[in-house]
């Protein structure tokens, strides 16, 4: 059974920082893209950034390059996504997700390739 847990959100100023990560179990943790969606209030859900466990290939969308990096440590089956220099439009539920490894999945971090998911974080960036 494919479980993802994510945790970290919380209240954050403009410029702040702010680690979430997504615990995962049920499922042999180095094979898997796994990536961090996010949705705000009245918008639709969209990719953030992905990760291949497998090969470490990456995706972030324009408006996070630079300032938030994803990260695995296949040791723990933790997916960290770290979220530096907060604006007040990444405010948001944040989401993990999980799938079988395959290109496609990280290079376009689409979230209706994703067929295992995590309860949500939120993350308020004040301005």
């Known amino acids: 059974d494919v479980q993802l847990q994510a945790s970290g959100g919380g209240l954050v100023q403009a410029g702040g920082s702010l680690r979430i990560s997504c615990a995962v179990s049920?499922?042999?943790?180095?094979?898997?893209?796994i990536g961090w969606f996010r949705q705000a209030p009245g918008k639709e859900r969209e990719g953030v950034s992905c990760l291949s466990t497998s090969d470490g290939s990456t995706y972030y969308h324009d408006s996070v390059k630079g300032r938030f990096t994803i990260s695995s440590d296949n040791a723990k089956n933790t997916v960290y996504l770290q979220m530096n220099s907060l604006k007040p439009e990444d405010t948001a539920v944040y989401y993990c997700?999980?799938?079988?490894?395959?290109?496609?999945?990280?290079?376009?971090?689409?979230?209706?390739?994703?067929?295992?998911w995590g309860q949500g974080t939120l993350v308020t960036v004040s301005s």
């Open positions: 049920g499922f042999t943790f180095d094979n898997y893209a």
């Open positions: 997700a999980a799938d079988q490894d395959a290109i496609v999945l990280v290079t376009t971090c689409r979230d209706f390739l994703y067929d295992n």
